[in-house]
């Protein structure tokens, strides 16, 4: 279900993204996305009170299994206003890696928290002690382009 709905938002996203390129008498013609990266970027909100403990959770526990799988973390900003405590951007080598349920790099963190919690049993507590914690959440998925060169940026040189 995850793989087609990434699909379909993909598409949408760059049917309404190249819709304004086209002239009135031109069709639409093929053309891939170059120099984008694509991120999965989730935001949580967690429930009052828990926003400390499942930040220890992440830092003791999930990011030291990612540390040991040699599987890419996220990056994690922690919200000072809004309504979502935490945002966590995984970047992608492409969308096609929206294409798994569970992907080879998710395969060897759980393995790397089952190890390092002694069981697979005692890696899922782990997980259900940190979700239950979290009040909501929500994922986009959104693009960003390679940065530019520096010369270009106002660069004297």
Not at 11 to 35: N, Y
Not at 65 to 78: H, K, R, V
Not at 87 to 109: L, Q, R
Request: include cysteine; proline fraction near 5%.
């Amino acid at each position: 279900m995850r793989a087609i709905l990434s699909i379909v938002v993909g598409l949408c996203f760059m049917l309404i993204t190249s819709v304004p390129s086209f002239g009135q008498d031109e069709a639409p013609k093929a053309k891939k996305m170059e120099g984008h990266t694509w991120h999965q970027v989730v935001m949580v909100k967690y429930k009052p009170g828990t926003t400390s403990e499942a930040m220890k959770i992440i830092n003791d526990h999930f990011m030291k299994a990612g540390m040991e799988s040699g599987t890419p973390g996220p990056e994690i900003m922690q919200f000072k206003t809004g309504e979502w405590d935490m945002m966590m951007v995984w970047s992608m080598d492409s969308i096609s890696e929206m294409d798994w349920e569970v992907s080879p790099d998710d395969e060897k963190w759980w393995a790397a928290m089952a190890e390092q919690e002694g069981s697979m049993e005692k890696a899922m507590e782990v997980m259900q002690k940190y979700m239950d914690m979290v009040e909501s959440s929500t994922s986009y998925l959104a693009t960003s382009q390679q940065p530019m060169p520096e010369k270009s940026m106002g660069s004297n040189n």
